[in-house]
Protein backbone atom coordinates (compact mmCIF):
# COMPACT_ATOMS: atom_id res chain seq x y z
CA UNK A 1 0.00 0.00 0.00
CA UNK A 2 1.40 3.31 -1.15
CA UNK A 3 1.84 5.10 2.51
CA UNK A 4 2.49 8.71 0.43
CA UNK A 5 -1.33 9.64 1.14
CA UNK A 6 -4.22 10.67 -0.72
CA UNK A 7 -5.17 13.14 -3.51
CA UNK A 8 -7.75 15.74 -1.96
CA UNK A 9 -7.94 14.77 1.31
CA UNK A 10 -6.92 18.58 2.72
CA UNK A 11 -5.65 21.31 0.61
CA UNK A 12 -3.35 21.86 3.61
CA UNK A 13 -1.93 18.83 5.04
CA UNK A 14 1.02 19.56 7.25
CA UNK A 15 -0.90 22.69 8.67
CA UNK A 16 -1.41 21.73 12.25
CA UNK A 17 -4.20 21.56 14.40
CA UNK A 18 -7.09 21.37 12.29
CA UNK A 19 -9.94 19.64 11.53
CA UNK A 20 -10.16 16.33 9.60
CA UNK A 21 -11.68 17.36 6.38
CA UNK A 22 -14.61 15.97 5.08
CA UNK A 23 -13.27 13.21 3.16
CA UNK A 24 -11.28 11.88 5.74
CA UNK A 25 -14.18 12.20 8.38
CA UNK A 26 -16.08 9.69 6.21
CA UNK A 27 -13.36 7.57 5.18
CA UNK A 28 -12.50 7.22 9.13
CA UNK A 29 -16.30 6.60 10.25
CA UNK A 30 -16.76 3.92 7.65
CA UNK A 31 -14.97 1.86 9.65
CA UNK A 32 -16.86 3.19 12.55
CA UNK A 33 -20.39 1.69 12.65
CA UNK A 34 -23.00 3.94 14.24
CA UNK A 35 -25.19 0.92 15.44
CA UNK A 36 -22.53 -0.91 17.63
CA UNK A 37 -21.83 0.95 20.77
CA UNK A 38 -18.54 0.41 20.95
CA UNK A 39 -17.49 1.95 17.84
CA UNK A 40 -20.01 4.78 18.39
CA UNK A 41 -18.08 5.82 21.52
CA UNK A 42 -15.25 6.40 19.80
CA UNK A 43 -17.15 8.17 16.61
CA UNK A 44 -17.91 10.86 19.65
CA UNK A 45 -14.55 10.83 20.94
CA UNK A 46 -13.08 11.74 16.92
CA UNK A 47 -15.70 14.64 16.61
CA UNK A 48 -14.16 16.48 19.37
CA UNK A 49 -10.66 16.03 18.68
CA UNK A 50 -8.37 17.61 16.07
CA UNK A 51 -5.45 16.67 14.17
CA UNK A 52 -2.67 17.48 15.81
CA UNK A 53 -0.06 16.21 13.40
CA UNK A 54 1.64 13.43 11.56
CA UNK A 55 2.34 9.99 13.11
CA UNK A 56 5.61 7.70 12.19
CA UNK A 57 4.91 7.41 8.76
CA UNK A 58 3.98 10.70 7.78
CA UNK A 59 1.37 11.92 5.13
CA UNK A 60 -1.83 10.22 5.43
CA UNK A 61 -0.62 8.95 9.04
CA UNK A 62 -2.73 10.89 11.37
CA UNK A 63 -2.78 11.77 15.25
CA UNK A 64 -6.01 13.31 16.65
CA UNK A 65 -5.89 14.87 19.83
CA UNK A 66 -6.42 17.78 21.91
CA UNK A 67 -5.27 21.05 20.81
CA UNK A 68 -2.60 21.98 22.60
CA UNK A 69 -1.12 18.28 22.85
CA UNK A 70 2.11 17.01 21.51
CA UNK A 71 1.48 14.20 19.02
CA UNK A 72 3.15 11.18 19.60
CA UNK A 73 5.07 9.79 16.48
CA UNK A 74 7.76 8.11 18.20
CA UNK A 75 6.23 5.47 20.12
CA UNK A 76 5.03 1.91 18.78
CA UNK A 77 1.40 2.07 17.46
CA UNK A 78 -1.31 0.95 20.01
CA UNK A 79 -3.48 -1.91 19.23
CA UNK A 80 -5.59 -2.10 15.84
CA UNK A 81 -9.34 -0.94 16.64
CA UNK A 82 -10.86 -0.79 13.33
CA UNK A 83 -9.74 -1.74 10.13
CA UNK A 84 -11.51 -1.51 6.23
CA UNK A 85 -11.36 -0.42 2.47
CA UNK A 86 -13.04 1.44 0.85
CA UNK A 87 -12.95 0.48 -3.32
CA UNK A 88 -13.27 2.47 -6.38
CA UNK A 89 -12.70 1.35 -9.60
CA UNK A 90 -8.92 1.99 -9.57
CA UNK A 91 -7.94 1.81 -6.67
CA UNK A 92 -8.65 0.83 -3.32
CA UNK A 93 -8.57 3.43 0.11
CA UNK A 94 -7.14 1.89 3.13
CA UNK A 95 -7.99 2.92 6.55
CA UNK A 96 -6.98 1.85 10.09
CA UNK A 97 -8.06 3.44 13.25
CA UNK A 98 -5.92 2.66 16.25
CA UNK A 99 -6.76 2.19 20.13
CA UNK A 100 -7.31 5.70 22.00
CA UNK A 101 -4.05 6.05 23.89
CA UNK A 102 -3.13 8.91 26.49
CA UNK A 103 -6.11 10.55 24.87
CA UNK A 104 -4.47 10.54 21.67
CA UNK A 105 -6.44 8.29 18.66
CA UNK A 106 -4.03 7.28 15.31
CA UNK A 107 -5.45 7.11 11.88
CA UNK A 108 -4.28 5.75 9.14
CA UNK A 109 -5.76 6.60 5.60
CA UNK A 110 -3.76 5.35 2.51
CA UNK A 111 -4.66 4.67 -1.20
CA UNK A 112 -2.93 1.74 -3.72
CA UNK A 113 -2.45 4.79 -6.22
CA UNK A 114 -1.62 8.36 -4.74
CA UNK A 115 -1.94 9.50 -8.50
CA UNK A 116 -6.12 8.64 -8.66
CA UNK A 117 -8.26 11.78 -8.00
CA UNK A 118 -11.19 10.69 -5.72
CA UNK A 119 -13.00 13.48 -6.17
CA UNK A 120 -13.00 12.24 -10.03
CA UNK A 121 -13.32 8.21 -9.08
CA UNK A 122 -15.84 6.19 -9.17
CA UNK A 123 -17.26 4.36 -5.73
CA UNK A 124 -17.35 0.60 -6.33
CA UNK A 125 -17.85 -0.51 -2.75
CA UNK A 126 -16.28 -0.92 0.60
CA UNK A 127 -16.33 -2.89 3.90
CA UNK A 128 -14.73 -3.24 7.38
CA UNK A 129 -13.89 -5.91 10.21
CA UNK A 130 -15.81 -3.63 12.30
CA UNK A 131 -19.44 -4.71 10.52
CA UNK A 132 -19.37 -8.66 10.64
CA UNK A 133 -21.35 -10.06 12.63
CA UNK A 134 -21.27 -14.05 13.88
CA UNK A 135 -22.38 -16.27 11.88
CA UNK A 136 -21.26 -13.89 8.34
CA UNK A 137 -19.06 -14.88 6.35
CA UNK A 138 -15.30 -13.31 6.43
CA UNK A 139 -15.97 -9.11 5.15
CA UNK A 140 -14.47 -7.99 1.70
CA UNK A 141 -14.49 -11.72 0.12
CA UNK A 142 -16.94 -13.82 1.69
CA UNK A 143 -15.10 -16.37 2.16
CA UNK A 144 -15.27 -19.09 5.12
CA UNK A 145 -14.78 -17.72 9.05
CA UNK A 146 -14.48 -20.84 11.50
CA UNK A 147 -16.48 -19.45 15.08
CA UNK A 148 -15.77 -20.71 18.83
CA UNK A 149 -16.92 -19.94 21.89
CA UNK A 150 -14.54 -18.28 23.79
CA UNK A 151 -17.19 -17.11 26.79
CA UNK A 152 -20.71 -17.70 26.57
CA UNK A 153 -23.09 -14.77 25.23
CA UNK A 154 -20.05 -12.85 25.97
CA UNK A 155 -16.71 -13.44 23.48
CA UNK A 156 -16.42 -15.34 20.47
CA UNK A 157 -13.00 -16.26 18.46
CA UNK A 158 -13.66 -15.86 14.79
CA UNK A 159 -10.65 -17.04 12.30
CA UNK A 160 -10.85 -15.94 8.65
CA UNK A 161 -8.19 -18.33 6.75
CA UNK A 162 -8.69 -17.14 3.36
CA UNK A 163 -8.07 -13.24 4.73
CA UNK A 164 -5.74 -14.69 7.47
CA UNK A 165 -6.99 -12.98 10.43
CA UNK A 166 -8.21 -13.53 13.80
CA UNK A 167 -10.31 -11.35 15.99
CA UNK A 168 -12.78 -11.67 19.00
CA UNK A 169 -15.96 -10.76 19.23
CA UNK A 170 -17.36 -9.07 21.94
CA UNK A 171 -21.38 -9.39 22.48
CA UNK A 172 -21.81 -6.51 24.45
CA UNK A 173 -20.17 -3.57 22.59
CA UNK A 174 -20.38 -5.24 18.86
CA UNK A 175 -16.38 -4.51 19.03
CA UNK A 176 -14.35 -7.08 16.47
CA UNK A 177 -11.39 -7.02 18.40
CA UNK A 178 -8.44 -7.70 15.72
CA UNK A 179 -5.43 -9.85 17.43
CA UNK A 180 -2.00 -10.05 16.00
CA UNK A 181 -1.54 -13.14 14.51
CA UNK A 182 2.02 -14.23 15.26
CA UNK A 183 1.45 -13.58 18.95
CA UNK A 184 -1.51 -15.69 18.47
CA UNK A 185 0.19 -18.33 16.75
CA UNK A 186 3.00 -18.55 19.29
CA UNK A 187 0.92 -19.48 22.10
CA UNK A 188 -1.09 -21.67 20.30
CA UNK A 189 2.19 -23.69 19.01
CA UNK A 190 3.20 -23.13 23.03
CA UNK A 191 -0.66 -25.23 23.96
CA UNK A 192 0.31 -27.97 21.26
CA UNK A 193 3.92 -28.32 22.81
CA UNK A 194 5.38 -27.93 19.20
CA UNK A 195 9.12 -26.83 19.47
CA UNK A 196 10.19 -27.27 16.01
CA UNK A 197 11.45 -24.43 14.48
CA UNK A 198 10.17 -25.39 11.02
CA UNK A 199 6.62 -25.06 12.37
CA UNK A 200 6.88 -22.65 15.52
CA UNK A 201 8.38 -19.79 13.03
CA UNK A 202 5.83 -20.36 9.86
CA UNK A 203 2.29 -18.48 11.59
CA UNK A 204 0.71 -19.07 8.40
CA UNK A 205 0.22 -22.70 9.09
CA UNK A 206 -2.28 -21.65 11.72
CA UNK A 207 -4.53 -20.80 8.22
CA UNK A 208 -3.02 -23.77 6.29
CA UNK A 209 -3.65 -26.42 8.98
CA UNK A 210 -6.53 -24.57 10.57
CA UNK A 211 -8.59 -27.97 10.78
CA UNK A 212 -6.42 -29.74 12.65
CA UNK A 213 -6.66 -27.31 15.65
CA UNK A 214 -9.13 -27.92 18.29
CA UNK A 215 -11.47 -25.69 19.60
CA UNK A 216 -10.13 -26.53 22.90
CA UNK A 217 -6.40 -25.73 21.49
CA UNK A 218 -7.71 -22.09 19.78
CA UNK A 219 -9.34 -21.09 22.88
CA UNK A 220 -6.85 -22.32 25.30
CA UNK A 221 -4.15 -20.57 23.03
CA UNK A 222 -5.96 -16.99 22.85
CA UNK A 223 -6.87 -17.42 26.92
CA UNK A 224 -2.49 -17.87 26.94
CA UNK A 225 -2.01 -15.04 24.64
CA UNK A 226 -4.69 -12.72 26.68
CA UNK A 227 -2.94 -13.61 29.75
CA UNK A 228 0.75 -12.10 28.94
CA UNK A 229 -0.67 -9.93 26.32
CA UNK A 230 -3.84 -8.85 27.69
CA UNK A 231 -6.53 -7.50 24.98
CA UNK A 232 -9.40 -8.06 26.12
CA UNK A 233 -10.89 -8.12 29.70
CA UNK A 234 -11.77 -12.08 30.78
CA UNK A 235 -12.67 -13.19 34.23
CA UNK A 236 -10.48 -16.05 34.32
CA UNK A 237 -12.44 -17.48 37.38
CA UNK A 238 -14.72 -18.37 34.52
CA UNK A 239 -11.98 -20.79 33.55
CA UNK A 240 -9.80 -21.60 36.82
CA UNK A 241 -13.37 -21.73 38.99
CA UNK A 242 -13.61 -21.08 42.69
CA UNK A 243 -10.32 -20.27 44.20
CA UNK A 244 -10.31 -20.05 48.39
CA UNK A 245 -7.54 -18.67 50.72
CA UNK A 246 -5.11 -17.47 47.95
CA UNK A 247 -4.26 -21.14 47.19
CA UNK A 248 -2.55 -21.83 43.71
CA UNK A 249 -4.28 -21.52 41.00
CA UNK A 250 -5.83 -25.06 39.46
CA UNK A 251 -4.81 -25.46 35.71
CA UNK A 252 -7.36 -24.26 33.13
CA UNK A 253 -10.27 -26.25 33.00
CA UNK A 254 -9.78 -26.09 28.73
CA UNK A 255 -5.89 -27.23 28.83
CA UNK A 256 -4.61 -31.34 28.18
CA UNK A 257 -3.80 -32.84 31.71
CA UNK A 258 -0.04 -31.58 31.65
CA UNK A 259 -0.60 -27.82 30.34
CA UNK A 260 -0.31 -25.98 33.02
CA UNK A 261 -1.00 -22.14 32.17
CA UNK A 262 1.16 -21.20 35.18
CA UNK A 263 3.87 -22.81 33.68
CA UNK A 264 4.33 -21.17 30.12
Known amino acids: MNQSGINNLNDDQNNFPRKLSDLENKYILSVLPANKPGYNV????????????????????LILGERGTVPDSIGPPSSVF???????????????????????????????????????????????????????????????????????????????PVRKRIWIHDFDSGINHLIPVSNFYNHLMMVKGIKNSEAVLKPSLLFEKLDTYTANEIVSAFLLYNKYLKHIDIDYSFFYGNQKNNEKKKKLKLFKKGQNIDNR
Do not use: M, T
Not at 102 to 127: H, R, T
Not at 128 to 134: G, K
Not at 137 to 148: C, I, L, M, T
Not at 152 to 159: G, Q, R, S
Open 42 to 61: YREKISELDVIGLGRFGKGD
Open 82 to 160: AAGIIKYDNFEIDIIVHEEFENQIEAEIYSSDSEQDVNNAKLVGQWSYSEWVPGQKAPGDNSFVREEILVPDKYIIAVA
